[in-house]
């Protein structure tokens, strides 16, 4: 943290004095009351109360006044805000081991659980939209601000709505980084900052090249942030003749190396709950150096309000 103003912490001195008096003027009193020999009239004018109680009002006045002065050297901070015209795809596979029961209920219904909690944690002023994949890859929400559609979209993944079965890892990064290309009118020629959150259990089995796919994104600054869903023991179909699905990251683990985005493995709805969120207090947010004075000055204001209310309500009287 840094101050705009670092000169005026020089008040804080005065703050200082101001606690220094105040125990001197603690130390007289308690010298002017054990000079003070008539013990019945003392407790008359001077009833007992707990001692603590006594401090408490002026301690929170002290405090209030080293927060104030804090607040008026105008402190700034590193944060984090959203980016301008942020926009995230997730990319869900639909393909026919995504049926797998490993992950309870199956892959998909925990796939599309785990995306509405990590929509709804997006700002409201990012653009989200979505994919799914399969044999082929197709944008089911384009991205928007309107999370109602969003949601409706996730509702309806389902096996089958991305063509025939497979696996199209590098075609769902490509209509990805096209949903974003033509997210409005400026993106041609101011590409908004974009990240593409994929989801697989699976190797590439048809389609374009996930390697080719990666390497557009690159070239876009666009950052695939991948997630590995499911377990080795995961089977489709039923009775001893189910087919075995055990999941395989390493062509998603190369598109998040290639690409400049992280790679996470999930084995449960709770493990990929917590990659999502992981995820999200990274995807679309910038560090800027801000003025948080209003911080200091905020609590500053909360401390002279419990000083007034703990100084009437012990004392009947203000601070």
């Given at each position: 943290m840094t101050w705009q103003s670092p000169?005026?912490?020089?008040?804080?001195?005065?703050?200082?004095?101001?606690?220094?008096?105040?125990?001197?003027?603690?130390?007289?009193?308690?010298?002017?009351?054990?000079?003070?020999?008539?013990?019945?009239?003392?407790d008359r004018v001077a009833p007992h109360r707990p001692a603590w109680r006594r401090h408490v009002p002026?301690?929170?006045?002290?405090?209030?006044?080293?927060?104030?002065?804090?607040?008026?050297?105008?402190?700034?901070?590193?944060?984090?805000?959203?980016?301008?015209?942020?926009?995230?795809?997730?990319?869900?596979?639909?393909?026919?081991s995504m049926l797998a029961t490993d992950v309870a209920p199956d892959r998909l219904a925990a796939a599309k659980d785990a995306a509405r909690g990590f929509v709804d944690d997006l700002p409201e002023e990012f653009?989200?939209?979505?994919?799914?994949?399969?044999?082929?890859?197709?944008?089911?929400?384009?991205?928007?601000?309107?999370r109602a559609a969003l949601a409706a979209g996730i509702d309806r993944l389902a096996e089958g709505v991305a063509g025939i079965q497979g696996t199209a890892i590098g075609e769902a990064i490509d209509t990805s980084?096209?949903?974003?290309?033509?997210?409005?009118?400026?993106?041609?020629e101011e590409p908004p900052p974009a990240r593409v959150v994929l989801l697989s259990d699976g190797a590439n089995t048809s389609g374009r090249d996930p390697a080719q796919a990666a390497a557009e994104a690159t070239e876009q600054g666009v950052p695939v942030d991948t997630i590995s869903f499911g377990t080795?023991?995961?089977?489709?179909?039923?009775?001893?003749?189910?087919?075995?699905?055990?999941?395989?990251?390493e062509t998603l683990r190369e598109v998040a190396r290639q690409t400049g985005g992280g790679?996470?493995?999930?084995?449960?709805?709770?493990?990929?709950?917590?990659?999502?969120a992981d995820i999200g207090t990274s995807v679309g947010y910038q560090t800027e150096r801000q003025d948080v004075s209003a911080r200091f000055i905020g609590v500053g204001l909360v401390f002279a309000l419990l000083a007034a209310a703990t100084?009437?309500?012990?004392?009947?009287?203000?601070?």
């Open positions: 000169e005026r912490l020089w008040l804080l001195a005065g703050v200082a004095a101001l606690v220094v008096g105040y125990l001197l003027m603690q130390r007289r009193r308690s010298r002017y009351a054990v000079r003070f020999t008539n013990l019945r009239l003392l002026a301690g929170l006045f002290v405090a209030m006044l080293a927060l104030l002065v804090v607040g008026f050297a105008r402190p700034t901070d590193e944060v984090r805000v959203p980016r301008e015209r942020a926009t995230v795809i997730v990319a869900v596979d639909v393909s026919r653009n989200v939209g979505l994919v799914a994949f399969a044999g082929d890859a197709s944008v089911l929400v384009a991205p928007d601000t309107d980084l096209e949903s974003i290309r033509t997210l409005d009118a400026r993106a041609a080795p023991d995961g089977r489709i179909g039923s009775g001893g003749g189910g087919q075995a699905v055990p999941v395989d990251g790679y996470h493995e999930a084995g449960s709805s709770d493990e990929l709950r917590a990659v999502y100084s009437m309500l012990w004392f009947s009287r203000l601070p």
